[in-house]
């Protein structure tokens, strides 16, 4: 088992080098956090994981703050100011000296081809973790029922999300889950 | 809200490192520290899933610090970096508009009170976590959310579909299964497919 100064340093490491791998985007990494924290540290079961997600999407601001809810479950609220320090420090230091020196090659080649090969990647990753949310989120017909039902009516219609959301925690209140 | 203080002169000298773009420049917005930390603690605060749209409002329509254009190509090279786009946003603007000090009163704005928010959450979460109603609502909560990043997954792909070349959809698929199938590391499936997605974007060119 970790101490408490060894956990802390493994949320800092893990958290530092996944940030460096969320490519367009917090949500790319949820599937590397949902394997790491569940599957490899058992730190949250997968129940505990979903709810994360789901108080996540529920606080405003930036749905990253899902990793300050994972640090505060596995060490308190010092866990919790680790885990965001690490989750936010190196893209953050990174965007700091890249916006620098961005005037330089916004005209480049390069960019445009790197720009572009991301897209595809992008898109893999925000399917891998809509599809291991719905797997963490509950089994239940219900469960699959609101998940299709808020697919399909997002992609047709403008909906906000705290909508998408009210009226899905009302069914799942509705304890048909 | 106070406006952006219109300056009618030509604005300091010092703070210009770009020539002017055209004769008739637009005076340089220059908010200060406690308007960034400000107006980046309110687009946290105000988005809900997600921030880009508030962003945009903030910055473009209400305070005007940037015109669309600025606002485009500002966000595409955020999405371009790593981790949170809307991070690296307040990061390169609190940069451009006030330096290294800028950057950090922008991040701590945006960060700062989600973060204590959460934090709250949490402690409520660690107590309460177990009762019956309230998982229930969550599980109804994080399935929608499941649903909402599959539309935007739907709608993002339409372009790569209709593009016509088989790399694009290849690669996506690729991603998803290695990572929300087969579940392997993170950081060893981008080592790969990156590359390869790169190399393929190259020969198109």
Known sequence: MNSGHGILLTLAGFFGVLSLFAIGGGNSAVPEMHRFAVDVEHWLSNQQFADSFALAQLTPGPNIIIVTLIGYHVAGVIGALVTT???????????????????????????????????????????????????TAGYGWMAAAITLGTALTAYFLPVHPLWAFAVAALLGLSGLM | MNSPSPIPSATEPEASPCQATSAAAPQQPRPSLAELFVAFAT?????????????????????????????????????????????????????????????????????????????????????????????????????????????????????????????????????????????????????????????AAWVRL
């Open chain 1, 85 to 135: 320090l690490a989750m936010c420090g190196p893209p953050a230091v990174l965007a700091f000296f890249v916006g620098g020196a961005a005037e330089r090659f916004k005209g480049a080649a390069w960019h445009g081809v790197v720009s572009r090969a991301l897209v595809p990647v992008t898109i893999g990753l925000t399917a891998a973790s809509a599809i291991v949310v719905a797997g």
């Open chain 2, 43 to 199: 687009i946290s605060l105000s988005g809900f899933g997600g921030v880009l749209a508030w962003s945009r409002r903030m910055m473009v329509e209400e305070r005007q610090w940037l015109t669309p254009e600025q606002f485009n190509e500002t966000y595409a090279l955020c999405a371009f970096l790593p981790g949170g786009n809307i991070l690296n946003f307040s990061v390169i603007l609190g940069l451009r508009f006030r330096g290294a000090l800028g950057a950090i009163a922008a991040a701590a704005g945006l960060m700062g009170p989600p973060l204590l928010l959460v934090l709250c959450v949490g402690a409520i979460y660690a107590h309460y976590g177990d009762v019956p109603a309230l998982r229930h609502m969550l599980t109804g909560v994080a399935s929608a959310a499941a649903g909402l990043m599959m539309a935007t997954v739907a709608k993002m792909a339409r372009p790569l579909f209709r593009s016509g070349t088989v790399t694009g959809p290849v690669i996506a698929f690729a991603t998803f299964a290695s990572i929300g199938i087969a579940h392997w590391p993170l950081p060893l499936v981008l080592a790969v497919i990156v590359p390869v997605s790169i190399a």
